[in-house]
């Protein structure tokens, strides 16, 4: 069954978390009252915060974006969604009202136990839907209790891509993704090859599903606001390409194309095969042209050069 982190919350290392109760004019109401500009700045007052660069603490003070980020989520009755970074609960009761089941995972100990008081005040007949882990998503690996079939975030840019890959690896029964990052790491997410922006968080994420960009959000919905506009990426997940390689030995192929990525596959590949030579003779065995670049395969052709390299060994 799902818990709730009570005021008292003891965090990962066994520290006490600080909350404090909150007030609302709206407690009666089955469905969720969200938080507006007046709600987070009165929490962030309240709970004497300061937003940290480091955990990319810009917290979305607009209802309107927050309904946007959840209707195109499409959540349906029977998901469980998991929230990476849920802060102060902006997206965190939106997701409530579409979802049995939410699980928030947040790093800042007093945003964790603090998170489960809000719910409470404004959504207090949605409150056991909620599931509050202090923990770092980058090292999560499973969750118990029913496994979540979404992902929904507003993710900082400078872990953004590494929290979705590690997540989509670790939680395999997630189908469905949406995420809010900066636009251009939006952009890099979802360009298809031969794109300018095409590289290695495009390739490793079309390992997992279908990417495309769901919509383009302003800094001024959130406080503090950020320098950057946002964008919405969503992600449907598909079987990985028919190959007889790793996940691991097909990313690492990726990495060595995109660490010198102005070069030719046969130049890019020489030190991951050993020499040139050896990185032609398997990139023409996988039907790949050497004087390529990383820029134009697709994952399934890094997943054929994978491939060819395994059975070569073997």
């Known amino acids: 069954m799902f818990s709730i982190l009570n005021k008292r919350s003891v965090g990962v290392k066994g520290d006490v978390c600080k909350a404090v109760p ?22 962030v007052h309240r709970l004497d915060l300061r937003p940290t660069k480091a955990w990319g603490q810009n917290f979305v003070i607009d209802p309107n974006t ?9 959540i349906r009755p029977d998901d469980v969604v998991v929230e990476v970074g849920p802060g102060l609960g902006s997206l965190t009761l939106g997701l409530l009202e579409a979802a049995p089941h939410v699980v928030a995972l947040e790093i800042d100990p007093t945003l964790a136990a603090q998170l489960p008081l809000t719910v409470a005040v404004h959504a207090p007949d949605l409150a056991g839907r909620l599931n509050v882990l202090h923990t770092d998503a980058l090292r999560l690996k499973s969750l118990d209790g029913p496994q979540p079939t979404v992902l929904v975030a507003n993710l900082p840019y400078n872990v953004a891509v590494p929290v979705v890959l590690h997540l989509l690896a670790q939680l395999p029964t997630i189908s469905r993704v949406l995420v809010m990052v900066q636009l251009e790491v939006a952009q890099r997410l979802a360009a298809p090859p031969g794109s300018k922006v095409y590289g290695v968080p495009s390739v490793k994420a079309a390992w997992y599903a279908d990417v495309s960009l ?20 969503a992600m449907v997940a598909r079987p990985a390409p028919p190959t007889s390689a790793s996940r ?39 039907g790949v042209d050497p ?24």
């Open 22 to 43: 909150m007030t609302s004019e709206n407690t009666g109401d089955s469905s969720a009252a969200l938080l507006g500009s007046s709600h987070i700045r009165e929490l």
């Open 66 to 74: 927050v309904r946007r980020i959840v209707r195109t989520a499409q």
């Open 214 to 233: 769901a919509g383009r959000i302003g800094r001024t919905v959130f406080w503090p606001a950020p320098n950057v506009d946002s964008g919405l990426v």
């Open 248 to 286: 691991e030995e097909v990313f690492a192929v990726i990495d060595a194309a995109f660490a010198q990525r102005r070069k030719t596959l046969r130049a890019a590949l020489s030190g991951w095969a050993g020499s040139g030579t050896e990185a032609e003779v398997i990139l023409r065995a996988a």
């Open 291 to 314: 004087g390529a670049r990383g820029e134009q395969l697709t994952i399934a052709d890094f997943a054929a050069i994978a491939a060819v390299s395994r059975e070569a060994t073997v």
